[in-house]
């Protein structure tokens, strides 16, 4: 998927992630120039109609949040069969390796996290949103630890897909409210119960329950009672176990009955307003201070860099570090006082030299604009007058070595001589910009090729299609100018993009009559491949083909897909598959091995011919005819039985009859 | 003994994952009967299934024309299963890029009177006894244990979230773990193995009226497809059912 680009617009550069139902990749947005995450939903779920609607209307709703704290949807879409969101790129981690890295958190950097978290929600729960799946893992930490949720609302669409058949693990009940674990009605407070969840794990380092399956994980949170934080990290205050444990009650009515009430506790606790309290009533104070809280809640908090375990190690060092930055300071002065010392020295120098050679006279500097190098500091040598070594830069119309740009400007008088404190400086054009088209990009992926020499070399690539053997489809055949040639940045490339091998026709083989491992073997000689095979879905590679799309004798491009019919093998019920009529109507088809009579010598390969006859009609009816190698055997047929009824097996080998074998099933 | 077979992959989906096979002995009397429920994506989902079926086919084949003595069912059907879960393990390994596959599992071998059957996953056997029908197989689902501790009533357990959720899968990792259930074979017992897409939409109830009301047993599945691809058809529909 890397190097895509979805809907000529997002360019996929790398895979950032991959969860249960979509793949993460950091993305360039063409348009708006900047990088974006792109979502991209995984194969089982392309299919499922009603699934997709959701899934984007959920993402579509997600999206009208606007929130500091929430990452920002920018786009939903769909190429073809992939189907992508297109969010905000988030430099940094999720709150789960934030806890891996750091291990147990300070309460009060947990309380400002699991606050911004609660103003997110606040703000979705406001629009009717429920995220339906807090967990640390849809936490992101950018690099200024700002934390910001994502995936609002897509666990409740991917619940709804039916298509999707998990095996579970047990990461994904970790979090879940007992009510998600009975399958129960969700809100809000589900979504609270899970802030609950994740903030016990900030404070502790570890999830409240935890067992080797999903479903002793999901008991727990229907049955059992979390234990305090502080049971822990004894560090913990009594209140902030009271806020995790009434957030995590098994009761919905006994949570906080709204995102902001829990805020406004962890709030108090943070400010040391919340001592101790029987009970977990709400607290009145909470509902005074709304207004102004709820603004501040809106408006997003961000969690600064906030170590309070590593302020006291700071403390210790400070002693040392204020002699450090006391010599710096020392040092400092030393070297501006010596600097206004030497510049004095040097001013002296010049005016006393001035004045002891009165001979030295201004000089006027003229335009050396438009002259090139050497010429301008011919004249320089030759008028005496000071100047620097010119700077060169690129340019896009000044022909390299010719002099762009000057100071002073011409008509100004300098005084001459190499110790004069005005000196000119040039400017001189280096020219156009020149850059190497890389040598090592044939065979690269095109879309790679593509970006890296627009936005690294700052060329304009233009892209040829071609047909190469030798090179794979999508893959970069050569350049004009050639490979490692020097060219003007902003210069036209054509990067020639390979389509693959040209195809060539071919006549399509008759396959009737051939199994599965022949048919490939056939249509892989001709450069054909397999397409769809029918019966679809089941047991078409056993037996043998009755039929293909497109018909023996078509011409046809080399690599088409073939289409194989086979015989309805296992279908009792006569089955709607074609071939169906080749059984005789309430048989059914029983598995036999073909095996090689022990006391003959066969080559590789044994030219099979197997018939069967059937009870009354006594009629030889061809089963199985074809090449099979000797290594095949015992070699499985299906035999269509009719229950009751005799059924005969004929099995002919090079030409030559072996053995018949009776096959029999009772009524 | 009377036997059909059936497998439909319902109206929704667009491949049938489900893999089933009657294995039958020299004499062609039915001896072994499997149904398998693949999942893993990326279209790879038949994949597991397909080859637990074969392989297992394969082994139960040859101990049918050898007859290891020695042996008891259970080692045979153990090794069989093992040596499946091995082939597929290996094969998400070698192909897959890191992406599991599995597959449920549930199979019935005849020997000496005796039906043993070996189960993974959330397929199911039952037993349709006296006119009174048992689910004999515990389902390895998130759904099917949490109804086992009294947590779901079945039909709670039909609308989860999560009712997709298997606990237990062949193939899936290194080691599996495989319920053994065995019953005497009576007269005029009924067999009925199945994957969930028949179960999550009929009930044992229905499914025991079903097998009561008709004689054929063709026609008994043919109706039992029809009645869940009626109620939504989204998953693929597997049935074998054997009458003594």
């Given amino acids: 998927m890397t190097g895509r680009v979805l809907n000529n617009r997002y360019e996929l550069i790398e895979r950032i992630g991959s969860g249960g139902m979509a793949d993460v990749y950091k993305a360039k947005c063409r348009v708006l120039k900047r990088w974006v995450a792109v979502k991209i939903l995984k194969d089982e779920f392309v299919n499922d109609e009603e699934f997709l609607e959701r899934f984007e209307r959920e993402a579509y709703a997600a999206g009208s949040l606007n929130h500091p704290n929430i990452v920002s949807i920018y786009d939903v879409g769909r190429e073809g069969n992939i189907h992508y969101i297109v969010m905000e790129y988030i430099d940094g981690i999720t709150l789960k390796d934030y806890i891996r890295q750091n291990g147990a958190l300070p309460w009060q950097e947990a309380a400002e996290i699991a606050i911004s978290v609660l103003s997110a929600l606040h703000k979705a729960h406001r629009h009717s949103i429920i995220h339906r799946d807090i967990k640390p893992q849809n936490i992101l930490m950018t690099s200024d630890n700002v934390p910001k949720v994502t995936d609002f609302g897509i666990a409740r669409a991917a619940s709804t897909s039916t298509i999707t058949r998990k095996i579970d693990t047990v990461g994904s009940v970790h979090y879940s409210s007992p009510e998600q674990a009975r399958g129960g009605y969700t809100d809000e407070k589900s979504d609270i119960y899970s802030v609950g969840v994740t903030l016990f794990e900030m404070l502790t380092g570890r999830v409240p329950f935890d067992a080797d399956n999903p479903v002793s994980v999901a008991l727990k949170h229907i049955e059992e009672e979390p234990l305090a934080p502080s049971r822990f990290a004894p560090e913990i205050p009594e209140a902030m176990d009271g806020i995790v444990l009434r957030a995590m009650k098994k009761s919905k009515t006994e949570r906080y009955d709204s995102a902001l009430q829990m805020i406004a506790e962890l709030d108090h606790l943070k400010k040391g307003e919340i001592i101790e309290r029987n009970g977990y009533e709400p607290d009145p104070y909470a509902t005074r201070v709304m207004g102004s809280l709820e603004e501040e809640v809106l408006a997003g908090k961000n969690v600064r860099k906030k170590k309070a375990n590593r302020k006291e190690k700071k403390e210790k060092k400070s002693s040392k570090k204020g002699f450090l930055i006391a010599s710096i300071y020392i040092l400092l002065i030393g070297l501006i006082v010596g600097g206004i010392w030497l510049a004095y020295d040097k001013i002296v120098r010049d005016v006393v030299g001035a004045i002891l050679a009165p001979k030295k006279q201004p000089v006027e500097v003229i335009n050396y604009v438009g002259m090139s190098i050497e010429e301008a500091i011919a004249d320089l040598e030759e008028k005496n007058l000071p100047y620097v070594e010119p700077v060169y830069e690129y340019h896009d119309t000044v022909p390299k070595g010719i002099v762009i740009d000057q100071k002073p400007t011409a008509g100004i008088s300098i005084m001459p001589g190499k110790d004069a404190i005005t000196k000119v400086e040039l400017t001189v054009s280096n020219g156009v910009e020149q850059v190497v088209i890389p040598t090592d990009i044939k065979f690269a992926d095109y879309v790679e090729v593509e970006i890296h020499l627009r936005d690294e070399l700052k060329l304009k690539p233009r892209e040829i299609a071609e047909y190469s053997d030798e090179v794979a489809e999508g893959r970069v055949i050569r350049t004009e100018p050639e490979m490692g040639s020097t060219v003007a940045v902003g210069s036209e490339v054509i990067i020639y993009r390979s389509l693959g091998p040209e195809l060539k026709d071919v006549i399509v083989p008759d396959l009737t009559g051939s199994t599965m491992d022949e048919a490939k073997h056939k249509l892989l000689s001709q450069n054909l491949t397999v397409g769809k095979i029918f019966p679809e879905g089941r047991e078409g590679y056993k037996g043998w083909i009755i039929d293909q799309e497109p018909k023996a004798g078509t011409p046809v491009k080399e690599l088409t897909a073939i289409n194989l019919y086979f015989g309805d093998e296992q279908s009792p019920a006569g089955g709607d598959g074609i071939g169906a009529s080749i059984d005789p109507a309430g048989s059914t088809r029983v598995t036999r091995y073909i095996h090689l009579p022990p006391n003959r010598n066969f080559g590789n390969i044994v030219e099979l011919v197997v018939y069967y006859t059937t009870g009354d009609t006594g009629e030889e009816i061809l089963l199985r005819q074809g090449a099979v190698e000797k290594s095949r055997f015992p070699y499985e047929v299906l035999v269509p039985v009719t229950p009751g009824e005799k059924t005969t097996l004929i099995v002919y080998m090079d030409g030559e009859f072996q053995y018949e074998e009776e096959v029999f099933i009772q009524q | ?244």
């Fill in chain 2, 1 to 244: 003994m009377k036997y059909a077979a059936i497998s439909d992959k319902g109206i929704i989906r667009e491949q049938n994952e489900d893999f089933w096979n009657i294995i039958l002995d020299m004499n062609g009397n039915p001896q072994a009967f499997i149904v398998a429920d693949g999942m893993g994506g990326h279209q790879a989902g038949d994949i597991a299934s397909k080859m637990a079926v074969e392989s297992i086919s394969k082994s139960i084949s040859c101990y049918l024309e050898k007859k290891n003595a020695g042996n008891t069912i259970e080692q045979v059907l153990t090794e069989a299963i093992n040596k499946a879960n091995e082939v597929i393990f290996q094969y998400a390994l070698d192909n897959l890029n890191g992406s599991s596959i599995g597959t449920t599992l549930t199979a019935g071998l005849l020997c000496n009177g005796k039906l043993t059957i070996a189960h993974i996953g959330d397929s199911r056997f039952y037993l349709i006894r006296n006119e009174t029908i048992e689910k004999l197989t515990r389902d390895h689902s998130f759904v099917g244990e949490l109804v086992e501790k009294g947590i779901l009533d079945q039909e709670e357990a039909k609308v989860h979230p999560l009712r997709n959720q298997i606990t237990r899968a062949l193939g899936y990792e290194k080691e599996v773990q495989i319920d053994f259930y065995s019953l005497d074979v009576m007269p005029d017992d009924i067999y009925l193995f199945c994957t969930d897409g028949l179960t999550m939409k009929l009930s044992s109830d229905e499914l025991l009226s079903m097998l009561r009301e008709e004689k054929d047993l063709n026609i008994i599945l043919r109706n039992m497809v029809a009645l869940a691809n009626e109620r939504g058809g989204d998953d693929n529909i597997t049935a074998i059912a054997v009458k003594i």
